[in-house]
């Protein structure tokens, strides 16, 4: 009875995680009728200061070294327009009690296209967030 019990939870676990499109996630607001060339990618990240963090964007991999960006902003989110189907890593350093912590995630931007998700067929935009906040710090 054990062993059936976990190999029903064991396929269900599959097929739910087996998909990277999930209909429940696409916000058909975000859709439109004309493949789009371009993305917005989007950061949220913590405000621990007045002092503000500092983000950069770097096209492809950090070691790449190629840095498209650098700003500091007052707010807990960042966004960019850039290219679609590129990587882009982005930083968020902070200043904590005089300590420095970076923060890095990095993604690729890509479209897809519904036909049935939505009202209308329609193309949308994915991995476009980037998750800067800090999970821990002394």
Known sequence: ??????AI???IMIILFSCEEKGL????????????????VKAE????SL???????????????LLIDSVKIYTSSYER???INKTYTITATYIINNKEYTAVDSATPRVRYTADNCEEPCYYVYDQWYELRLKYTK
Do not use: Q, S, Y
Request: charged share 30%; proline share 2%.
């Open 25 to 40: 996630l696409l916000d058909c607001d975000d859709c439109t009728a004309n493949e789009p060339i371009d993305a917005v």
């Open 81 to 83: 327009k850039v290219a």
């Open 1 to 6: 009875m054990v062993r059936t019990t976990r």
């Open 9 to 11: 939870f064991l396929i």
């Open 51 to 65: 002092t503000g963090v500092v983000i950069k964007v770097w096209e492809g991999k950090l070691e790449d070294n």
């Open 45 to 48: 990240v913590d405000l621990h």
